[in-house]
């Protein structure tokens, strides 16, 4: 009779005993899911987010407002309008300082463009419209311009870095720089630019 009283005693006790202990069991459970819920939230963050990538600068379409060339006597003098594309692909702003695009013939110098300095907003492409003259007067002898000339084009490079900074939440900033080169097909004949490529 006693131990039948005894387990009517101690039965309520256990079960308290074991909802409690299924209780802490699930509590864990959820711990557990969230802490690694949060590691995966903050290496995607770190992978994604925080991941600085070099922004990258080219040269928009090529308007050529006048352009005169002579093959006789090797020359060319032109003047275009294009647009410099700042391209920030990063999840906060890139601030750069100013930075000239030198434009050149066979690897000479023939004009430059200044660029002021400016902000690419995050994931935003800034765009600086600009006029271009370039000039062979500053150019040696050279007899390979007279046959480009005489076969109807005149091929320009350029090439620009501009540096600065990319600043993710206001906290982190990381200087980076970005180049360009650009290579550039003119039409004598029709005053037109006949390809573009930047890299």
């Known amino acids: ?13 256990h079960a308290d005993e074991e909802r409690k202990r299924q ?20 290496t995607v963050f770190a992978l994604t987010v ?3 990538k070099t922004p990258k600068v080219r040269l928009g379409n090529i308007y050529v407002q006048s352009l005169t060339a002579n093959a006789a006597a090797p020359s060319f003098d032109m003047n275009f309008a294009t647009q410099v594309r700042v391209r920030n692909t990063n999840w906060g702003p890139y601030k750069f300082e100013a930075g000239t695009i030198t434009f050149m013939y066979a690897g000479l110098p023939v004009g430059q463009v200044y660029i002021p300095e400016g902000k690419a907003g995050m994931r935003s492409t800034k765009k600086i419209d600009v006029m271009v003259s370039v000039s062979s007067a500053s150019l040696p002898a050279n007899t390979m311009l007279g046959t480009e000339l005489s076969s109807g084009v005149l091929v320009l490079s350029s090439t620009a870095t501009l540096t600065g900074k990319v600043e993710l939440m206001m906290i982190m900033k990381k200087r980076k720089s970005a180049d360009m080169a ?7 004949a ?6 573009l490529e930047c890299e």
């Open 1 to 13: 009779m006693s131990e039948k009283a005894h387990d009517v005693e101690t039965h309520p006790f």
């Open 190 to 195: 029709t005053n037109t630019v006949q390809n």
């Open 23 to 42: 209780k802490r069991i699930k509590m864990y459970k959820y711990i557990g899911i969230f802490i690694v819920f949060q590691i995966v939230v903050i």
């Open 182 to 188: 650009c290579s550039m097909v003119f039409s004598v």
């Open 50 to 52: 925080m991941k600085v």
